[in-house]
């Protein structure tokens, strides 16, 4: 039929598209919720979930009934792990021929060349996930049974689990996480499920092979390397700038500040889980989180942003700029060009939206510039965090997150395939003299 | 001595200082203003003035005398034409021989390869700013002079013409040209002015000795029709933003309102004069204005900013990576990828800047995000436009805003030669492969 002529990018739209538009009709479903649900809120939520955002408008914990929030427990992982690894998993277990569409499609989504190793890439995703998302749930289940009960606890560690490991950022709680802000267990194996899911399969995959820092990957090392240094400069910076704000960690004992610190500078990247009001924060704090909601998690990952390794390419391109250097070098290995204008079109489409987002909202809400960017940024990198600008959102400025959170996820890789075909111009012009800088 | 020694960029920021320094030291003289001025404030004021931007910590007009103002006026005239066209053409002045060391930095300044060449654009230079400085001159006296009379119109008219066609935003009055937002006149000349100062004195050259369209280079081309459709866009959508703020466009008259709104369409790349309270501004237009006050002017013109090429270069990068194009093109040319390799590190090391700059402000200073936000971007691109937190920086704050006016003006390419000469590497690393996006 029709579907056979779409593309794989506009094949993995539709899909996330169909997903949220059957997410959306059974969030608004009556037995999904104690109190009605406004279409826009069933299509705001259902985009939240599929697109692991974790940004409300209504309260999952109260408004949403035990159907509601399983839902969307279900759309967060369908969305997160992927429909496409479903799709190509699903496909292997009926034993059914992949199509050669179907095989375009996954080849899209793992980067990868051979079909093959697409079915074991996918396969293994699969598998991993599901077994880390199991440790993390009996240790979740442990951690909460004293004081919830097995019935409660095996529920709620059922759904941090998969709101953890998909990067999701949903909670059960209006206050998100901050009852456990001294728990040690829960913001430890939360903080591990989102930074293992947040990390990037392949890179796992090849500790998991290799299992000795010299024979990783560079790409696996650099992505450690650099996942180490945000961190550490992230932590140690919010505690420095929180250390004597009694609203965040100010009243904490020394070991407590530096669990919340850690958990702070972790969630930004892009799970959007929180311990501590961020609206309290200072506005140092604030901004560093933004830098870091830009930069977001590792490819191929359920976290989304900008990306780590993007990041990196193009923090070497200007290094070696600066340098005077004419190669962008990283770990001994040179970047290549093409690399580093990729990195370079990805970070400016980006920020296109980004300012596009914000000047609508800008025009749309009543609200401070630093909600909507903060509102913006956090949406379009699919984190989740607010200063507390959604549930005050008007119906346009809805729309606008909604659709900033899809172009989000999606990349805008997904989006560039969406408008054009890889076109190669038999056109050659000359080239020009431009004054730059 | 020693000074042979230094690179060029070296000695240019050297020469920098140096004025800056002299500047602080005339504006502390006693007979430069009414009342002491402290020495942070003198060099607060040296700075912008010589950076051309136009952030003002004490008001030009009430605080300083004649004298004070006059020094203003010379330091601008200095820093916008830029005392290397002065040194070189000075150096022809008084037939002594170029030094080598005069020769490479006259080169670095004006991107030309030939002494000769050098030596003709620094005189052309020269004569041409004042031949149109003259002109500016003449009609803004003779529009001043029947309601203020020719000595004091001829005063204000010299003032003016040197602070807007070197894009520095000095006004006498510490309400800027509100006064003037309904003068023809008034308005028109000074637009001219800094659009001509700021458009690029290689563009103005190429229109000079071409005359036709088709003969310019591209780069003249892509300049004029880039600031045609930058300041035509910004126009229609600051005219429509602010129809219907009472408190800036609402109470003009139609065609008051197009006036109006032309003057704040291209007052931010970067001349920084305004005739309507900008504070009062739409959250929308603010937004719109950061972002052409980001852009900037014109390469080798008397406005900062990240420039119109650079930026155009961007676009175009970005647009082929969405059309997945292979070649980056312009106008039917080539745009050579260590174009825009250099296009995307100026950007990131503005971006950079910029970052840092709200991070350390949102420390030291107790202002919202968005008067933090636009007073650093205000600075770093040396536009001069503040929603009024200029007037209340703290201490450091003001330091910090000093050297992102400096640094904005000297640009990412000056600070680059400072911290590295070029290095070509003796040792070719093998590619990385990289996950990116
Ligand atoms: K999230
Ligand atoms: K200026």
Same sequence: chains 1, 2.
Wanted: hydrophobic fraction near 55%.
């Amino acid at each position: 039929g029709r579907l056979i002529h779409l593309s794989p990018p506009a094949l993995l739209t539709l899909g996330f598209l169909l997903l949220i538009a059957l997410g959306s009709v059974l969030l608004k479903l009556p037995i999904a919720s104690h109190a009605p649900t406004a279409w826009l809120d069933a299509v705001f939520t259902a985009t939240s979930a599929v697109t692991v955002t974790g940004l409300v408008v209504v309260d999952t914990g109260t408004h949403f009934t035990l159907f509601g929030q399983v839902v969307i427990a279900l759309l967060i992982q369908v969305g997160g792990l992927g429909f496409m690894t479903f799709a190509v998993v699903g496909a292997i277990m009926l034993g059914t021929k992949i199509s050669f569409i179907q095989q375009r499609v996954a080849q899209e989504a793992f980067n990868q060349t051979s079909l093959d190793k697409v079915m074991q890439t996918a396969k293994a995703v699969l598998i991993y996930s599901l077994l880390i998302e199991a440790v993390g749930f009996i240790l979740l289940t442990l951690t909460w049974q004293s004081s919830l009960g097995w019935r409660q606890a095996s529920w709620e560690a059922f759904f941090y689990t998969i709101s953890a490991f998909n990067n999701a950022g949903f909670a059960l709680n209006a206050n998100g996480l901050i009852p456990y802000v001294s728990d040690w267990g829960v913001n430890l194996i939360i903080t591990t499920l989102f930074i293992i899911g947040g990390i990037g399969f392949t890179v796992l995959m090849d500790i998991r092979q290799k299992r000795r820092w010299h024979q990783f990957s560079t790409n696996t090392r650099l992505i450690l390397l650099a996942t180490l240094i945000i961190n550490t400069v992230a932590f140690l910076l919010i505690w420095l700038l929180e250390a004597n704000n009694p609203a965040t960690l100010g009243n904490l004992s020394l070991s407590d500040q530096a669990l919340a610190a850690w958990f702070q500078a972790v969630t930004p990247r892009t799970a959007g889980f929180n311990t501590l009001d961020i609206a309290a924060m200072t506005n140092a704090s604030i901004v560093l989180i933004l830098l870091l909601m830009f930069i977001g998690g590792g490819s191929l990952s359920t976290a989304s942003g900008l990306k780590i390794g993007t990041f990196v390419v193009l923090m070497m391109a200007t290094y070696a700029f600066l340098r005077q250097r004419q190669d962008v070098t990283v770990l001994k290995r040179t970047i290549p060009l093409v690399q580093v204008m990729k990195a370079l079109s990805l970070a400016m489409t980006s920020m296109l939206l980004i300012f596009l987002g914000i000047f609508i909202l800008d025009a749309t809400e009543n609200a401070t510039f630093l909600n909507i960017v903060f509102e913006v940024v956090s949406a379009m990198s699919t984190v989740g965090l607010s200063l507390g600008l959604t549930g005050q959102l008007s119906e346009a400025g809805r729309v606008v997150v909604i659709f900033l959170m899809i172009a989000g996820r999606l990349g805008p890789l997904t989006l560039a395939y969406l408008v054009a075909r890889p076109h190669k111009s038999r056109i050659r012009y000359a080239d020009a003299s431009l004054q730059i800088g």
